[in-house]
């Protein structure tokens, strides 16, 4: 069972270049959402989804895209990355219904020179 | 929206201390969670905990949801244990307080 997986763990990218952070579960958790972490800001939410079909912005969505065509995967897109967007990235997931526990996957580190 | 607030930011003790960690929300909820980020990162589930308390070993938890509150205890506390405590409440969407960087020194 891999849990919530994410990919890449490492990435490098110029301003205004685009790129997607993957983010896929098996455990058939409706819930799905990604947030970001900066020092001494916490975890922010940035987009969340309760199911297939159905997205939502969260905390700090600006710049930010999402999708949720399947249960199993929440991508998130960069459109045109900026320096503001350097940070660490964590997707999580759980049952919506009643809501349990929430799992992380291991983080995205993402620098935007 | 809820708001989530946790205190003390910031907490040094030598092995072997207890700490509590506090965790207020601004608005009724019926669910609360609390997290460990170890120093590599990580983050972890202690507990789910909408009300009342559990234990886990070393580590417990009380929520008093009609108070808005709800504490983590560290007992005899080891070099492990160092790293950010996070906890989380959900409306619609999980929102997370700010945490707590416990730093425990040998």
């Known amino acids: 069972n891999a849990g919530v997986t994410q990919t890449p763990k490492f990435q490098v990218l110029k301003t205004g270049q685009s790129m997607t952070l993957q983010c896929a579960q098996d455990?058939?958790?409706?819930?799905m959402s990604w947030y970001r972490q900066d020092p001494g800001m916490g975890l922010r939410l940035i987009h969340y989804s309760v199911g297939a079909g159905i997205t939502d912005q969260g905390e700090v969505p600006n710049g930010y895209n999402v999708s949720r065509s399947t249960t199993e995967d929440f991508p998130l897109r960069l459109l045109s990355a900026a320096p503001s967007q350097t940070s660490v990235y964590f997707c999580?997931?759980?049952?919506?219904?009643?809501?349990?526990?929430?799992?992380f996957g291991s983080g995205t580190q993402l620098s935007v020179l | 929206g809820i708001q989530v607030e946790q205190s003390p930011p910031d907490l040094i003790l030598q092995e072997g201390a207890n700490s509590t960690l506090r965790c207020n929300f601004s608005?009724?909820?019926?669910?609360l969670q609390w997290f460990h980020q170890n120093p590599w990162g990580q983050l972890i589930n202690l507990f789910y905990i909408p009300s009342g308390t559990k234990q886990n070993g070393r580590l417990s938890a009380t929520t008093v949801a009609t108070e808005r509150y709800s504490l983590l205890y560290i007992s005899s506390s080891q070099t492990t244990d160092s790293g950010v405590y996070f906890c989380a409440v959900r409306d619609d969407k999980i929102i997370f307080g700010k945490g707590t960087r416990l730093h425990i020194l040998p």
């Open positions: 608005d009724s909820v019926n669910n």
């Open positions: 455990m058939n958790h409706e819930y």
């Open positions: 999580a997931s759980s049952y919506a219904r009643p809501w349990e526990k929430l799992f």
